[in-house]
């Protein structure tokens, strides 16, 4: 059986962020994992609710996804509304999404308080970014999906060889 994938639906030209563009990752693996049928598309922000446009959020205090699984941090949208639960939700709409259709890969856009993987902001909305994982990503890790950015489309290509 082929493995399946789970794609950032913004990475798929899909304009879901949360200012209404996509992030669309032109690449022949990625074109070629759509042909096969391998790709299951998520946004997990939408998934939970948001709409488009909105506000941007970003996890608080330069902590990460797993901090806000674990309930010591928050993630909060530029007009300081907490909307940490929301994101929780998401995360596990997305995790559901993975298992319902056995996908044991994902490719997330990076940066994303849900779905970065190597690096969010740090939660001032001054465009400082930090290492760390979204809300999203920490959930999949933790539960066994492997995890890559949209940088590390390669990586990701050698692990399904």
Request: hydrophobic share 40%; aromatic share 6%.
């Amino acid at each position: 059986m082929t493995a399946k994938i789970l794609v950032s639906a913004c990475l798929l030209g899909r304009p879901v962020r949360y200012n209404g563009s996509a992030k669309t990752l032109a690449h022949p693996l990625l074109a070629q994992w759509l042909a096969e049928g391998r790709v299951v598309s998520t946004c997990p922000e939408l998934a939970a609710g948001f709409s488009i446009p909105r506000p941007p959020a970003e996890i608080g205090e330069g902590e990460t996804g797993d901090e806000v699984l674990s309930g010591t941090a928050r993630v909060v949208d530029i007009n300081g509304r907490d909307v940490t639960d929301l994101y929780i939700t998401g995360a596990h709409s997305a995790l559901a999404l993975a298992r319902a259709n056995d996908c044991r890969f994902a490719l997330l856009i990076d940066g994303s308080p849900s779905c970065g993987s190597g690096f969010i902001y740090d939660g001032n909305f001054a465009g400082k970014k930090h290492p760390g994982t979204g809300v999203t990503a920490a959930l999949l890790r933790a539960n066994g999906i492997e995890v890559f950015s949209d940088t590390e489309i390669e990586a990701l290509a050698i692990q399904l060889a």
